[in-house]
């Protein structure tokens, strides 16, 4: 749909905002319904999240999408927030209702949908064992508490930020016991039915896994927010090991679902953006292997320029040495 006077923009503010994936599958989705509406990515700098915010309201934006590192300061400059918004002091949605900017927060409700669809996976009554316990891992361990789990343990490097959580979820959430583990023990991942990794290690940039699976059984289900790479090394173990395992594309893609709804008010034709997902993710997926290929044959050049430069050196060098007296 092309882009004229009566087109309305939605968007999403981060720092940075290149690796966003958001655009292709919102932009499907307006598409999809028929709505001259577009989707851009917003590059924020921390110090001007306000000046942002006000410039894109002034400016009629319907809708936004707020990512790292800008989830904590917007949830302080917004008009009022929703429970999901509350419960994590975060919003990673913005609604305009007016000249009044509403906060959501979708992310523990894409995660849970995307236990459901692709596990399939209900909480009630589980054990839960997280990963991690920086803004992800505190929206899902609330999300994972609020829909009935037994018992909720966080594992962290830093101890102080898993304490957190859990006396949120003890505090909150009189059905289910959160508790502290020892990340560096393979033996925490005995019996739980759930086991998340909501850390940034198994990205191309920061490779590894989390945790040692010498104690994963084949009847867990082991889940990883990260969705690119498509298979990080914590699913290809745990695979390896018999265990069913999902990665974060649902996750994002529900959340985004979450967020459409919002801001139109229907229902987000969620194939269709499961498609462009998908699609966009192949598309990135095959650019990063394309650089790195390319990367690697510099460096083979580089090498094989320098192997034939120095005897060369050398000799010249001889030939100085025959005519000297």
Partial sequence: MKINGSTVF???????????????????????????????????????????????????????????????????????????????????????????????NTDGLGFLKSLKVEGPFEPAGKACLIIGAGGVGQSIALSLAS???????????????????????????????????????????????????????????????????????????????????????FLKEAKDKGAKVINGTGMLLNQGAEAFSIWTGLHAPIEKMAAALEEELGRSENKEKSAASKQSVGKDNIGHKTGHSRPAKRGQGSRKREKSP
């Fill in 10 to 104: 939605t968007g999403i503010i981060g720092y940075p905002v290149e690796h966003t994936l958001s655009p292709a599958m919102q932009n499907a989705a307006f598409n999809k319904v028929g709505l001259n509406w577009k989707y851009l990515p917003f590059n924020v700098p921390p110090k001007e999240v306000k000046e942002a915010l006000l410039g894109l309201a002034a400016c009629g934006c319907r809708g936004l999408n707020v990512t790292m590192p800008h989830k904590q300061d917007v949830f302080n400059l917004v008009d009022s927030v929703e429970e999901s918004a509350r419960l994590l002091g975060m919003v990673n949605t913005v609604e305009f209702v007016g000249s009044k900017l509403v906060g959501h």
């Fill in 147 to 233: 829909a009935g789990a037994a018992g909720i343990k966080v594992l962290n490097r830093t101890p102080e930020k898993a304490e957190n959580i859990v006396v949120q979820i003890n505090e909150q959430f009189s059905g289910c016991e959160g508790s502290i583990g020892d990340i560096e023990n393979p033996a925490e991942l005995v019996d739980y039915d759930l086991i998340v990794n909501a850390t940034s290690v198994g990205m191309e940039a920061n490779p590894g896994l989390p945790v040692t699976l010498d104690a994963l059984e084949s009847w867990q289900i082991v889940y990883d927010v990260i969705y690119r790479p498509s298979e990080t090394d």
